[in-house]
Nanobody
Framework: QLQASGGGFVQAGGSLRLSCAAT????????MGWYRRAPGKERELVAI???????NLSDSVKGRFTIAGDMAKGTVYLQMNSLKPEDTAVYYC??????????WGQGTQVTVSS
């Protein structure tokens, strides 16, 4: 199970840091990442990091967000700087293992005011 935290309300230009941690017994993850769903939109990938340390971020957040994770510890963080109103969404963390295994955390709301 993944536990996400760190969402909140911030003004445009501000920063937030999301955290996600696996609880209980878990496999060593292949990837951990963050997704978001804005009102009226489909869920989209924000950032992902692999067990090899390779990270990818969506074009919309490059230069503003960074992701860091420890697959063995089951933790992943998303540092969000220079937040924009369009970053407002529910953010979800996700972890994968093996060929098909995956688990999602509960969402955490991020609201950015203009």
């Amino acid at each position: 199970q993944l536990q996400a935290s760190g969402g909140g309300f911030v003004q445009a230009g501000g920063s937030l840091r999301l955290s996600c941690a696996a609880t209980g017994n878990f496999f060593s993850f292949n990837t951990m990442g963050w997704y978001r769903r804005a009102p009226g939109k489909e869920r989209e990938l924000v950032a992902i990091v692999s067990s090899g340390g390779i990270s990818n971020l969506s074009d919309s957040v490059k230069g503003r967000f960074t992701i860091a994770g420890d697959m063995a510890k089951g933790t992943v963080y998303l540092q969000m700087n220079s937040l924009k109103p369009e970053d407002t969404a529910v953010y979800y963390c996700r972890a994968t293992w093996g060929q098909w295994g995956e688990t999602w955390g509960q969402g955490t709301q991020v609201t950015v005011s203009s």
